[in-house]
């Protein structure tokens, strides 16, 4: 069974990017887009982007200015750096796996990230 | 705001059965099929229903869900005090080309 273990940093400073890196165990990248999404303390959830197994990305209208997905089918995983961090970005971030029919069923454990001075 | 509307709130009494609806437009639910996540408190968000009306293995059949037009809802029967948190609707939008979750509805059973 395909499980994401994901990892990276838990505070940061503003104007400093994010960069977190989820890994897939079990499974293989071919027919498969991989998500991030985010969860600010309280609050409910927001999608920030998908890449396919070949590559395509799309991302949030909010956040395309600053988020760029990328995987490394060798090392199977994916990551996502976001740029020009604030205090609003604070959130647990959590990776994601999509199937065919559009079913994210496979989570990540989640990080909580943190952007303070 | 969200693109996709829940109601904040629901609640209903143990055993009984509960709806909760998500509200969107032609460009989303009106074109395409929907999710739905349940995230109980603490944890992370749980797949309850896929392409509209389905279920992942393990979940059971007290959840249903179905969609009309641009509008669609998640049905709970029987209900157990460890269904409450919150559950979200989710669905990609044509126009945007991105994911949408609806603002999340929390489930009280009473």
């Known amino acids: 069974q395909v499980q994401l273990q994901q990892w990276g940093p838990g505070l940061l400073k503003p104007s400093e990017i994010l960069s977190l890196t989820c890994a897939v165990y079990?499974?293989?990248?071919?027919?498969?887009?991989w998500h991030w999404i985010r969860q600010p303390p309280g609050k409910g959830l927001e999608w920030i982007g998908e890449?396919?197994?070949?590559?395509?990305?799309n991302y949030s209208p909010a956040l395309r200015r600053r988020v760029t997905l990328s995987l490394d089918t060798s090392k199977m995983h994916f990551s996502m750096n976001l740029t020009s961090v604030t205090a609003a970005d604070t959130a647990v971030y959590y990776c994601?796996?999509?199937?065919?029919?559009?079913?994210?069923?496979?989570w990540g454990q989640g990080i909580l990230v943190t952007v303070s001075s | 705001q969200s693109v996709l509307t829940q109601p904040p709130s629901v609640s209903a009494a143990p055993g009984q059965r509960v709806t909760i609806s998500c509200s969107g437009g032609?460009?989303?639910?009106?074109?395409?099929?929907l999710s739905w996540f349940q995230q109980l408190p603490g944890t992370g968000p749980k797949l309850l229903i896929y392409?509209?009306?389905k279920r992942p293995s393990g979940i059971p059949d007290r959840f249903s869900a179905s969609k009309s037009g641009t509008s669609a809802s998640l049905d709970i029967t029987g209900l157990q005090t460890g269904d409450e948190g919150d559950y979200y609707c989710?669905?990609?939008?044509?126009?945007?080309?991105?994911?949408?979750f609806g603002g999340g509805t929390k489930l009280t059973v009473l």
């Open positions: 994601a796996r999509m199937g065919r029919a559009g079913d994210l069923l496979t």
């Open positions: 032609s460009s989303n639910i009106g074109r395409t099929t």
């Open positions: 989710a669905v990609w939008d044509s126009s945007l080309d991105a994911l949408l």
């Open positions: 890449i396919s197994h070949s590559g395509s990305t």
């Open positions: 392409d509209t009306n």
């Open positions: 079990g499974g293989s990248f071919s027919d498969f887009y």
